[in-house]
């Protein structure tokens, strides 16, 4: 990604993370999935505080699995189920950069 993309990026993520913090409070959910939400903070577009946060003030009865690759102890201890993800064969090691509408 270029700087614009990333900055386009972040803009997007920082306006999904606050849709997962919404959903996080709503009376209709139970269950939220957040698929690669430790490589946003991995990656500086969440800090570790602010999803630490969220998760601290989540309703009671929301069940929360986050996956990425890199996992945080404040994490780990705050959320319901977190899920690591090793890749095993990457075309990222071959030096394919990351792709619109794939990867971001």
């Not at 999935?33 to 998760?55: C, I, R």
């Amino acid at each position: 990604m270029n700087e614009k993309e990333r900055a386009k990026f972040k803009e997007e993520t920082r306006d999904g993370f606050q849709a997962f913090c919404n959903y996080l409070n709503d009376e209709k959910v139970d269950l939220l999935l957040a698929d690669e939400m430790l490589g946003v903070v991995e990656n500086g577009f969440v800090s570790e505080d602010e999803l630490v946060n969220a998760l601290k003030n989540k309703k009671p009865n929301v069940e929360v699995a986050l996956s990425g690759r890199k996992t945080f102890p404040s994490l780990i201890e705050v959320a319901n189920l977190v899920s690591t993800i090793d890749a095993t064969k990457h075309y990222f090691d071959e030096g394919v950069p990351a792709r619109e509408g794939i990867e971001y």
